[in-house]
């Protein structure tokens, strides 16, 4: 069963303090890996897509790379303006997205 | 360009009652999702809609419908509401498939009293 797997479930990190969030999954020929970012209140924000395995994408604080079998956001020297949750999706079939349950982020000044 | 807009932002309904939420895609998109999203559950797919055609399903009752219009322009409907429809209900497009990156609208938050 395709499955989308992401941890921590919660995430406490000092002002900047690096760590990385991890997004494992199961599905039959990857066709591409999503991450978005969260608010409370409001709708996931996209971040990157990771189509191969070794790429990487960057964005101010935020790295994500994918492997065969997960993919990491790391974060470094984080700020509290970056406090949200993260969410990761992958496509099952052609229309369709699954996401996993999402890592909650917050740093503290 | 204008992102993705849902009208209303809030609802209050009663058990019982019907509701229909909106959803007005990016210019240009043609593929428009629907999510419920609550704490426990996170982001659960509804469907899916593309030339004014539901491509996909998730394992939702029927109570449960939607349609597109020609525009791309959606909505989406649930009847005889039960408490647990109480959540957040998001929208997204994308240009072509919703396998591809999906835009999210900023939601309507549903509670079922």
């Known amino acids: 069963e395709d499955q989308v797997t992401q941890s921590p479930e919660a995430l406490r990190l000092q002002e900047g303090e690096s760590s990385s969030l991890n997004c494992s999954y199961t599905v039959s020929g990857l066709r591409g890996l999503f991450w978005y970012r969260q608010d409370p209140g409001k709708g996931p924000e996209f971040l990157f897509t990771l189509y191969s395995a070794g790429e990487e994408k960057e964005k101010e604080r935020l790295k994500a790379t994918l492997t065969k079998k997960e993919s990491f956001l790391h974060i470094t020297a984080p700020k509290p303006e970056d406090s949200a949750t993260y969410l990761c999706a992958v496509p099952q079939g052609t229309d369709k997205l699954i996401f996993g349950t999402g890592t909650r982020l917050q740093v503290f000044p | 360009k204008a992102g993705v807009t849902q009208t209303p932002r809030y609802l209050i309904k009663t058990r019982g009652q019907q509701v229909t939420l909106s959803c007005s895609p990016i210019s240009g998109h043609r593929s428009v999702s629907w999510y419920q999203q609550t704490p426990g559950q996170g982001l659960q797919f509804l469907f899916e809609y593309f030339s004014e055609t539901q491509r996909n399903k998730g394992n939702f009752p029927g109570r449960f419908s939607g349609r597109q219009f020609s525009n791309s322009r959606s909505e989406m409907n649930v009847s005889t509401l039960e408490l647990g429809d109480s959540a957040l209900y998001l929208c997204?497009?994308?240009?072509?498939?919703?396998?591809?990156?999906?835009?999210f609208g900023p939601g309507t938050r549903l509670t079922v009293t």
């Open positions: 997204a497009s994308s240009h072509e498939r919703s396998s591809y990156e999906q835009y």
